[in-house]
């Protein structure tokens, strides 16, 4: 997260340049509580493994990897109360015509979300890529 910061101060990244405030972002941390830890404020009960952290959050979370730091921003943003959710929109082909969007179930909202519009994450996926150097038969490369 100070690594973070410190991209921002000076290389001149914005939040939403950034891959892992992307991530944070894309993982439910709303972008008002991003934008606070960036100016590292004290915060209590931050988890990071099994272990329980108190203090500036740039010091809870020093020694994390991306990884590591994601699932403890999501812990803790559940735990207070602020993770936002997005419903899932996949789209179903038929040989020939369009996508035909459906919604997919979302997780429960906490109570002080319900009145607010759920924002909308639409996920294209493609086929995972294997194999590739070229070859003679399939899979190519």
Request: with cysteine; hydrophobic share 35%.
């Amino acid at each position: 997260l100070e690594a973070l910061h410190e991209r921002m101060v000076w290389a001149g990244i914005k939040v939403e340049e950034d891959l892992l405030s992307r991530l944070l972002l894309a993982s439910g941390v709303p972008s008002a509580t991003l934008e606070a830890w960036l100016k590292n404020p004290t915060v209590e009960n931050w988890m990071v493994g099994g272990e329980v952290k108190n203090g500036p959050v740039f010091d809870c979370s020093r020694s994390c990897d991306t990884s590591t730091f994601k699932d403890s921003a999501i812990q803790y943003v559940r735990a207070t109360g602020h993770c936002q959710y997005w419903p899932l929109v996949s789209c179903t082909y038929d040989s020939g015509s369009r996508p035909r969007p459906s919604k997919t179930p979302t997780p429960s909202r906490p109570q002080s979300a319900q009145a607010a519009k759920p924002k909308v994450m639409t996920i294209l996926h493609f086929n995972d890529v294997y194999n590739v150097e070229p070859q003679n038969k399939e899979p190519v490369g």
